[in-house]
């Protein structure tokens, strides 16, 4: 079987699905490798390693019509403009794997039409952002490795941005006092953005409304703020953060105000998979902060958790500098790239048996991120989205890779 791995074709995307490092082992479960030429040079990784490691390098047009899976970090969902070149590239039983932003239609109607365009080709495709947060998929848990990036890059971005030093200093001209850093979510990102910070000297506390969080929070050094807000349902049975009521949200701003004013970062993590981001920070609570703060909104790219962010721009507002960075991890390629591709790499080992790719339906990781087969949308979530007949349920004849 044949894996090839595209040149990312996002503008700005400059990571790679595969780094060199982790073609031996595909090669080992009896795959062949085609990696295009310059595909992996954004990220740090040239062409002569992929050749050191048992890869081999071609043009775009042969990795498309040799291949018989392909690897990317951004398939034509997450990237709907320059990847339509590639669809009439693609061939029927052909397999795609990466992120497809299968639940972008949550918020935009028409975000499936590139999921039924690949259904239509034929081709069979497998969203990394749906891998079910389950202790035998941790490996292959790509929003988690790519948080962790971006929780660390956010807090170098606030750093920077920030006129005064995060650590306590004490010198020949006076003690430095330590700058006050508030992340608000303790997920992936949000925990990396704590650790980062912590490292730097600042003096860090974070929210969370998963109290259960508490902990891990505190493990790192930082002070957990209780807001005393009663929470239900805040995740779904997969793991992932569920979007609160109206209600919830504005009780929680009100009482956040304090803790915003009194610090000098603040670092927003909050995202729900599928839906514009919770506004947390409102013009009034930036309004109230001392002039030289900074927010970095890592939500920039769902709409921000801040009132004030501006997508892929940063802005001053009442002396108050908010940055609202998108595609984060593309900004650490080389890890973020070598993160991705033991990602990808372990989860198509998953679908690999002695060289060859076997789908077993029954199988909740297989499930869980196929979202196309056969000429249909078989997501089931995505089928509800569509607004599309449940599929009949098969009692045979499950493992196959059609």
Not at 159 to 177: H, K, V, Y
Not at 192 to 208: F, H, M
Not at 254 to 270: C, R, S
Not at 327 to 352: D, E, G, I, R, T
Request: hydrophobic share 45%.
């Amino acid at each position: 079987m044949i894996v090839g791995v595209p040149k990312e074709t996002y503008p700005g995307e400059r990571r790679v699905a595969i780094v060199p490092g982790v073609v031996p082992a595909l090669v080992k479960a009896g795959l062949s490798v085609l990696v295009e030429a310059g595909a992996g040079e954004a990220a740090g990784f040239p062409d002569s390693e992929y050749r050191d490691k048992g890869a081999a390098i071609v043009e775009r047009g042969e990795v498309f019509a040799k291949a018989d899976v392909i690897l990317q970090v951004r398939t034509l969902g997450a990237n709907p403009d320059a990847a339509k070149a590639d669809l009439a590239l693609l061939r029927k039983g052909q397999v795609v794997i990466g992120f497809a932003e299968p639940l972008a239609a949550l918020e935009a109607p028409n975000a499936l039409d590139e999921a039924k365009a690949l259904a239509e080709r034929g081709v069979t495709l497998f969203g990394m952002e749906l891998m079910p947060r389950i202790t035998r998929a941790q490996s292959m848990d790509a929003l988690s490795s790519q948080a962790t990036v971006a929780g660390y890059k956010a807090v170098l971005l606030a750093a920077e941005a920030l006129p005064r030093m995060f650590p306590m200093l004490m010198t020949a001209a006076g003690t430095i006092s330590p700058a006050k850093v508030f992340v608000v979510g303790a997920g992936v990102a949000g925990l990396q953005a704590i650790a980062t910070a912590k490292r730097l000297g600042a003096v860090v506390s974070a929210y969370d409304v998963r109290p259960a969080v508490k902990e891990q929070v505190e493990s790192l050094g930082a002070s957990f703020v209780e807001l005393g807000l009663k929470t239900v349902q805040i995740e779904d049975s997969n793991g992932y953060a569920q979007a609160m009521d109206e209600d919830f949200y504005r009780r929680q701003r009100e009482l956040m105000a304090k803790i915003v004013a009194a610090v000098d970062v603040v670092i927003t993590t909050a995202v729900v998979p599928g839906r514009r981001a919770p506004v947390l920070i409102t013009a009034e609570m930036v309004a109230a902060m001392a002039p030289g703060s900074v927010i970095v909104d890592l939500a920039a790219e769902h709409g921000g958790n801040c009132e004030s962010t501006r997508p892929d721009r940063t802005v001053v507002e009442h002396g108050v500098t908010i940055i609202g960075p998108v595609n984060v991890p593309s900004m650490v390629p080389y890890h973020a790239s070598q993160m991705y591709a033991k990602n990808v790499s372990s989860f198509l080992l998953h679908l690999v048996s002695e060289g060859e790719l076997k789908l077993d339906l029954d199988d909740q990781i297989t499930r869980d991120t196929l979202m196309t087969r056969g000429g249909e949308v078989v997501h089931v979530g995505m089928r509800e989205l569509l607004g599309l007949a449940p599929l009949p349920v098969r009692t045979e004849g499950r493992t196959d890779a059609d």
